[in-house]
């Protein structure tokens, strides 16, 4: 009985050291994998070499309500929408503001990008649409490289079959007089309501994980 248990325990001590070097030799290919495998820096691409991620199919709520929402927007002048980022996270080098407004950046081979991102806001579901620019620039070196611009969709509930949108129309005040002045709108990016459809070019929908996701 003595040397049956005397058999055993040689048994799982031998066990045990195995499955230590075992581990250990584990630990040591992770680390030389991790040594082999070059450190990763940020990288920038040039502005019509990012590819967009693909628009996944929406299954949640609120990437439903995203897509059906989305905006389809009119580029009067100024450049038109590009992706920012690709799936290795190269970003977009952007434009200088040489050149005409819409110089070098009249569209992506690979098509253009929109973001999102949705939340409860004061009690309604709000969409925020996000679009990126390579530069914003009225005129020859005026504005800046890379432009975002967004838009906010609120409606009362992602979860239903209809969701209701609400608006605000104001009435212009009564002017008590008048006054003239010269200027020049420097920002070639606006919103406009439009009863006609008008759209530069589909754009593929990406919405990033959303502060309160879906149960």
Known sequence: MKLAAFFTTVALAVSAIQAQDVTQQQDQQQQQQQQQQPEWHPKT?????VKPFPQ??????????????????DIVTGCVPYPAVNDI???????????SPRGRCRGSGYGSQIYGRSTW????????????????????????RHDWEHLVVFIDNPDVPE???GYNKYAPCPAAGYYFESWHDP????VEPDDGLRTQGLERHEVWQSEHPDE
């Open 45 to 49: 691409i040039g502005h019509d070499d």
């Open 56 to 73: 996944p199919e929406p299954v949640t709520i609120s990437e439903k309500a995203a897509v059906k929402f989305k905006p389809q927007i």
């Open 89 to 99: 996270g190269e970003t977009s080098g952007g434009l200088q503001t040489s050149g």
């Open 121 to 144: 806001f004061n009690g309604v579901w709000a969409i925020m649409y996000s679009w990126y620019f390579p530069k914003d620039a009225p005129s020859s070196r005026m504005g800046h």
């Open 163 to 165: 969701p209701k949108i």
């Open 187 to 190: 920002g070639p990016h606006y």
